[in-house]
């Protein structure tokens, strides 16, 4: 028994003393021989994925990365194999066209330890394969183009007159306190909702979130907490994990089921975002669960970045009287009436146009978290040459806080969007170093749509009340969290409508 112990001891310390062994020559291998060890960044996160992941489980991650920018200049190393960068040319030498390349390298590809974290769930437009990315692309297009938007615009109208009727029956003429970011958020799923699946989530009729949206905040936290999980190699794990908590993710995937059902069940041909797909579906042999995965993607992708610009915005000009003032002046003096206020007329508020920009440099709806791979060989970018499989990424809150290419990156400055791009450079302002919509060949499709969305609801939302910020929410930026995509907080104000 005793002999027994005493092998058992000596194969427990064998196999710790290995696997020290091992993880010891991984980072001595890692911070002098990989081929990143040149690049500067703390000794930490070249050494191990560790550190990042916990950060990026805990949602410090975007505004850690920002600081080492600051302290290490426009590349940093943020784990063993993988780079940051500020460099505004990062942009297209990272997610543009790769020219020249062979179709099937046309781009650099996402890393699926980022974005395919559930292994079971099938591809949707954000995460397919190149081939199969174009043809959803193709597929949507149309839905997104400027002629079916005109289409779109009555339907869109209907909930933004809502949302404005329901803010003047809850306002209590100035005295109630009011969740401006979700009453933002419930109009943009009801917009979306409708949009997709041709029937919204009734959120504004019922002044609640819908059971389906909250599980997708949860799974913003979760999802983070499964990326870092992937990121240190414990990917297997995850799945284990998913299948654990699968009656939530059964529920959630059943009642996007049901609302495609219903949508496929529409005889009429509707000029939305989804009609394309579902012309497309028989000639494509396009799966029912990859037309589910893009409609959940539509909505999540659709609703949170407008609403998060909308509440940004709003939260900017309530810290900032000057600034709300000139809008202020800007808005009422532009239209006679509310009916006046359209996706057309919109477009010639150019201060507005300068705020929402400066909004989504300053509290940029996806904060980081879309990585590339580079490809074997190796790539030049930003003028570095990178060593295929790094994981490289701009990170849009490191970028859009950057000195090298903003002045006074953290100042809330509309003004710096008025200028053209030569004379903003001159005042140390990069304007092409704002790519909230990201560029290349997986840039946001749903661009045109979210400025018309905010375009409206801003002008609406100033023409019709005074605004002013409950002081619990002050500093509302700086106490959030972001898991890539932001968990916001509610942001209170009191809303008075203006006497005419
Ligand atoms: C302020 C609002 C918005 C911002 C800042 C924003 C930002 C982005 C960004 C950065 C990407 C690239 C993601 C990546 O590289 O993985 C993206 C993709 C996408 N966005 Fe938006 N978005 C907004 C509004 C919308 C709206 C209103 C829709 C409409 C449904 C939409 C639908 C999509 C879709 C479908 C994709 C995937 C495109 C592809 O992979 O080809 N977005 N968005």
New binding site residues.
Partial sequence: MGVGTSTLTKYVVLVVGLIIAYKASTVIYNLFFHPLHKFPGPKLYGASTLPWAIRHATGSQAFYTQKLHDRYGPVVRIGPGHLSFTDPRAWKDI?GHRVGAESSAAEMS?APTFNRVVRHIPPS??NADREE?SRF?RALSHGFSDSAMRQQEPMIAQYIDLLLKRLHEECGEGKTKLNVEAWYNWTTFDI?GNLVFGQSFHCLENVNYHPWIEFIFRSVRFGAVMVAMTYVGLGDLVQILVKLGRNAVLRVRKYTDDMVRARLAMEKERDD?FEGLVKRREEWNLSFEKLSSTAF??VL??SE??AT?LSGATYLLLTHPEIMERLKQEVRSAFSSVDDININSVNKLSYMLAILNEA?RLY???TSG?VRVVPPGGEQIAGHFVAGGTFVEVQHWSMNHSKDNWKDPWTFNPERFLTTPEEAAKAGNKLDALQ???VGP??????N??YA??RMILARIVYDFDLKLSDESQKWIERQRSFALWDRIPLYAYLTPVKR
């Fill in positions: 997610y996402k437009i954000i990315h692309r979306v975002l993607i539509l992708a659709g970045t407008t610009t989504l940029p709806p996806v879309l909230a919509f990201n997986r840039n946001c499709i749903g661009r749509l979210a969305e905010m």
